[in-house]
């Protein structure tokens, strides 16, 4: 079982910036891939981000892309997502996710592992 736990939410304005970070624990494995994703209000969870552990391989949503930024500590098992140049559409409940294996998905389906989530949210 691997336990996942999301810091690094809070309230900023339009254009600034948040860094969250999610801490995974327990049978993580060597071979995984770490995801965010978001959910906002009456909206379906849509991927966000997501880096392969040890390859180092990245993907970004369209709407993130040359905004956000995916990084990783294997050595913490730990993942962090830089995000830069908010605005009020970020505003979501971010939530962390694990998978095994190296390739990355993009349906939450393929991700077996959750965080309990943390509140982003950009004012106008």
């Known amino acids: 079982q691997v336990q996942l736990e999301e810091a690094g939410g809070g309230l900023v304005q339009t254009g600034g910036s948040l860094r969250l970070s999610c801490a995974a624990s327990g049978r993580t494995g060597s071979s995984y891939t770490m995801g965010w994703f978001r959910q906002a209000p009456g909206k379906e969870r849509e991927f966000v981000a997501a880096?392969?552990?040890?390859?180092?391989?990245?993907s970004y949503a369209t709407s993130v892309k040359g905004r956000f930024t995916i990084s990783s500590d294997n050595a913490k098992n730990a993942v962090y997502l830089q995000m830069n140049s908010l605005k009020p559409e970020d505003t979501a409940v971010y939530y962390c996710?694990?998978?095994?294996?190296?390739?990355?998905?993009?349906?939450?389906?393929?991700?077996?592992?959750w965080g309990q989530g943390t509140q982003v949210t950009v004012s106008s």
């Open positions: 996710a694990t998978r095994v294996g190296g390739i990355i998905a993009y349906s939450g389906s393929a991700y077996s592992n």
């Open positions: 880096i392969s552990r040890g390859g180092g391989i990245t």
